[in-house]
């Protein structure tokens, strides 16, 4: 059975940062595309960043700058570092296989200005 299981989110303060981590099992973790999206209440889905077995990264035109997307295939674990967080930035944060399209439950984060 695949698992996903989103950590890290919370309350900070615009400008600040958090780390978040998902840990994967159930599949070959290290061939596989992982990402991170996010939804707010009333808005599409948003495809945050991914990264590809082989470690190449892309990012939403949002994000690009301030999130690194990043995997340990040795803990079967994908990280998103988020700096310079907006109040824009507040969503649930999903990982997930892209392939499969299958995500994980998510986890809040909330930037107050």
């Known amino acids: 059975q695949v698992q996903l299981v989103e950590s890290g989110g919370g309350l900070v303060q615009a400008g600040e940062s958090l780390r978040l981590s998902c840990a994967v099992s159930g599949i070959l973790f290290n061939r596989n595309t992982v990402g991170w999206n996010r939804q707010t209440p009333g808005k599409r889905r948003e495809l945050v960043a991914r990264i590809s077995s082989d470690g190449n990264a892309m990012y939403a035109d949002s994000v690009r700058g301030r999130f690194t997307i990043s995997r340990d295939n040795a803990k079967n674990t994908v990280y998103l570092e988020m700096n310079s967080l907006k109040p824009e930035d507040t969503a649930v944060y999903y990982c997930?296989?892209?392939?499969?399209?299958?995500w994980g439950q998510g986890t809040q984060v909330t930037v107050s200005s």
């Open positions: 997930g296989l892209i392939s499969y399209d299958y």
